[in-house]
């Protein structure tokens, strides 16, 4: 066999158990989040509020790049897990501080400000990266 196809052979499988962990972690953090919100972020964007749509794509990506970092540096399932789960925890941590810092935006949110919104996300994601960063190291 080709050394290319007998290195996905080996490791195919472990790559769909890692983005099997990874999935599960970012599924309940996004769950944790939306519980912990709040305003209603799904509610509003079925009803078609711009703003919430941000603010929640700034949660979307901003929870996937500190995952993400913990792939990098890898050394095996529970070195994953643990990781994932603390950065996880650290973005829950941040996202509803910057909600209490920012008092008034989940209301303008709520209200459909755009602007608002687009700050939000920005933090959101500022900390993301800065979270990521670190963890790779």
């Known amino acids: 066999m080709h050394p290319t196809l007998e290195s996905l052979?080996?490791?195919?499988?472990?790559?769909?158990?890692?983005?099997?962990?990874?999935t599960v972690i970012y599924t309940v953090g996004l769950t944790i989040y939306v519980k912990l919100t709040p305003h209603k972020e799904l509610e509003l964007i079925s009803q078609g509020n711009m703003a919430a749509a941000i603010s929640f794509?700034?949660?979307?990506?901003?929870?996937?790049?500190?995952?993400a970092a913990c792939m990098i540096l890898r050394i095996g399932l529970i070195d994953v897990l643990v990781?994932?789960?603390?950065?996880?925890?650290?973005?829950?941590?941040?996202f509803r501080m910057t909600d209490i810092i920012f008092s008034g935006l989940p209301q303008r949110i709520t209200d459909g400000e755009v602007p608002a919104a687009t700050v939000l996300a920005a933090f959101k994601l500022a900390g993301s990266i800065m979270l990521a960063v670190a963890i790779a190291g």
């Open 57 to 67: 794509s700034g949660l979307i990506i901003g929870l996937a790049l500190p995952l």
């Open 83 to 94: 990781w994932g789960v603390v950065s996880v925890l650290l973005q829950l941590f941040l």
């Open 9 to 22: 052979a080996n490791g195919f499988p472990v790559l769909i158990i890692y983005l099997a962990l990874i």
